[in-house]
């Protein structure tokens, strides 16, 4: 079993930035493939991005790319997530996952964290 727990949510103004970070026990950190998903009220949960087990490959959803930065240190059993250029539209519950492959569906990622709150002031 991995336990996964996130922080560094909040409330920040349009166009300002947020480092999020997840923290990996109780199972092999680095076998994962770790992944960030969101979830905005009333809408479904979707994919952010994804990174794999030793970092050289990354997936962006293309409403983030070129302005999220996902990244891990195995090390610590960290993933985070970069959010520059934040929009109110990137309002959301933000979930961390772990998963066997890079892949956006959210099916396919065993375990979630409990998620953590950005808020995007327009």
């Known amino acids: 079993q991995v336990q996964l727990v996130e922080s560094g949510g909040g409330l920040v103004q349009n166009g300002g930035s947020l480092r999020l970070s997840c923290a990996a026990s109780?199972?092999?950190?680095?076998?994962?493939?770790m992944g960030w998903f969101r979830q905005a009220p009333g809408k479904e949960r979707e994919f952010v991005a994804a990174?794999?087990?030793?970092?050289?490959?990354?997936r962006y959803a293309d409403s983030v790319k070129d302005r999220f930065t996902i990244s891990r240190d195995n090390a610590k059993n960290t993933v985070y997530l970069q959010m520059n250029s934040l929009k109110p539209e990137d309002t959301a519950v933000y979930y961390c996952?772990?998963?066997?492959?890079?892949?956006?569906?959210?099916?396919?990622?065993?375990?979630w964290g409990q998620g953590t709150q950005v808020t995007v002031s327009s």
């Open positions: 990174i794999s087990r030793r970092g050289i490959s990354t």
């Open positions: 109780g199972g092999t950190f680095s076998s994962h493939v």
């Open positions: 996952a772990a998963s066997r492959e890079i892949t956006i569906a959210t099916t396919m990622y065993d375990y």
